[in-house]
Nanobody, 123 residues
Framework: QVQLVESGGGLVQAGGSLRLSCTFSGRTFSTYTMAWFRQAPGKEREFVGGISRTSSVDYADFVKGRFTISRDDPKNTVYLQMSSLKAEDTAVYYC?????????????????WGQGTQVTVAS
């Protein structure tokens, strides 16, 4: 069974940076497309960005140029480097995985989810 564990969330000042990590276990990580989603209070969960098993990346428009996703297959870990953070980036951030070549934006395509990590950006 796949397990995903996020870490690295916390409180940061606007304009600051954070790096989230998601550690994968239970299957062969390199065969999974990975994505980050987020959910702010009172809002629906939304796609932030993702990285395919061939390391193609895709980002939501609202994070382009500020966030970077990468993966380290030998470490079974996917990262979300966030910079120039804004108060509106405050949310619980979730890591998700899909056994797929395709990098999906739809959360319904992802079978496995982490428990989430809180990111709070103080303005």
């Amino acid at each position: 069974q796949v397990q995903l564990v996020e870490s690295g969330g916390g409180l940061v000042q606007a304009g600051g940076s954070l790096r989230l990590s998601c550690t994968f276990s239970g299957r062969t990580f390199s065969t999974y497309t990975m994505a980050w989603f987020r959910q702010a209070p009172g809002k629906e969960r939304e796609f932030v960005g993702g990285i395919s098993r061939t390391s193609s990346v895709d980002y939501a428009d609202f994070v382009k140029g500020r966030f970077t996703i990468s993966r380290d297959d030998p470490k079974n870990t996917v990262y979300l480097q966030m910079s120039s953070l804004k108060a509106e980036d405050t949310a619980v951030y979730y890591c998700a995985g899909a056994f797929s070549y395709t990098l999906w934006r739809s959360q319904q395509r992802y079978n496995y989810w982490g428990q989430g990590t809180q990111v709070t950006v103080a303005s």
